[in-house]
C-alpha cells in the first residue's frame, strides 16, 4: 500500500493521507511520500515522531538513532503499517465540512462498509525468514491451507495487539519478505469446518447454548443437523471472520525453507 503522510516536525504530530494530492493539499511542514523524506528530521524530531507512531502500534519509543537514515527507515515503517490498518486522517476540515451531508429521516446513514481485510499481491522475490523468529511463525501459520485468523496468530506470537500482528503481515511478509497476502473471510459454520476451533463467533456460542462441546468437525457426522441446532440457539449467519493467507508469487509452490544462524547450527552441532 502506497503511503502518504504530512508531518509537523516541531510538534511531532503526523497525519495519513489517501493520495499524494490530499497530502499536498494539506500544506504541512513537511510532506512524505518515500522514506528518503524523513532524512529531513533532526534527531530530537525523529525520536518524537517514532514515538507518535509507535504507540498506536504497541511498540515501545527509543532514546536515539544510530544515523538519520536508522531513524527513516524504522518511522517509514510505522507509517506504512499505520496506512494500511487505519483510515487516513482528513486533515482539510473546510473540505470535509463541504461533503458530509448532514443526517435526516429523508437521509438515512448508510450501513458501514465491510472490510476487504488485507489483500497484497507478492513480489516478484521472496527472502527466507529466520528459523525461530516471529517472521518464520507468521509464515508456517498464515501457509497452512486453512490459514489462520486473528486470534491463532495472537496466540502464536506472544498475544501481540491486533494492529501489531496486521503491521507483520503488511511490512514483514509482505514489504520485507515479498510474500502477498490475501484475506477470505468465513462465516462461523465456515470457520467451524476449516477448524478454526475458537473463532466461530455466535456458531460457537449457538453450540455452548445447544450444550454441545466445540471439537474438530469430523466428530460430527451430521454437518447440516449441527448447523440447523446452531440456528436454533442464535447463530447469526452475518457474521464474517477474517482468516488471512499467505500468496506466492508465480512459480513458487512452497515458502522458502527457513535459514539456520551459523550459530545455531554449531549449537546443534552440525
Known amino acids: 500500500m502506497t503511503t502518504f503522510a504530512t508531518i509537523d516536525p516541531a510538534a511531532g504530530t503526523y497525519a495519513l493521507h489517501t493520495s499524494e494530492a490530499d497530502a499536498r493539499r494539506a500544506s504541512a511542514p513537511l510532506t512524505a ?34 544515523s538519520k537514515g536508522a531513524a527513516a527507515r524504522r518511522i517509514w515503517q510505522h507509517l506504512a503499517a499505520l496506512s494500511a490498518t487505519t483510515a487516513p486522517a482528513d486533515v482539510d476540515a473546510a473540505i470535509r465540512s463541504a461533503t458530509v451531508r448532514k443526517v435526516t429521516d429523508n437521509h438515512p446513514k448508510k450501513a458501514p462498509r465491510k472490510s476487504r481485510g488485507i489483500n497484497l499481491a ?28 486473528m ?10 495487539k ?19 497476502i490475501r484475506t477470505e473471510f468465513l462465516t462461523g459454520f465456515e470457520a467451524f469446518r476449516e477448524c478454526h476451533l475458537d473463532d466461530c463467533g455466535t456458531f460457537g456460542t449457538a453450540l455452548d447454548r445447544a450444550g454441545v462441546t466445540s471439537q474438530h468437525p469430523d466428530d460430527h457426522s ?3 443437523a449441527l448447523l440447523a441446532l446452531a440456528h436454533e440457539h442464535g447463530y447469526d449467519q452475518g457474521e464474517r471472520i477474517a482468516v488471512y493467507h499467505l500468496v506466492l508469487p508465480v512459480g513458487m509452490d512452497a515458502p522458502l525453507p527457513h535459514t539456520v544462524s551459523a550459530k545455531a547450527k554449531a549449537e546443534a552441532g552440525q
Not at 503481515?169 to 510474500?179: E, F, L, P, R
Open 33 to 66: 511520500t518515500q522514506e528518503a523524506d524523513l532524512e529531513a528530521l533532526t534527531g530530537s524530531q525523529a525520536v518524537a515522531l517514532f514515538a507518535a507512531t509507535a504507540a498506536p502500534l504497541g511498540i515501545d519509543p527509543v532514546k536515539r538513532f544510530a
Open 122 to 149: 507478492p513480489k516478484a522475490e521472496v527472502k527466507a525468514c529466520r528459523a525461530g523468529t516471529k517472521q518464520a511463525v507468521l509464515v508456517d501459520l498464515l501457509s497452512r491451507p486453512t490459514g489462520a485468523t
Open 151 to 160: 486470534n491463532e496468530l495472537i496466540d502464536a506470537l506472544g498475544n501481540w
Open 162 to 180: 491486533p494492529i501489531t500482528v496486521k503491521s507483520g503481515m503488511t511490512w514483514d511478509m509482505n514489504a520485507v519478505k515479498g510474500y502477498g
Open 222 to 224: 451430521d454437518h447440516h
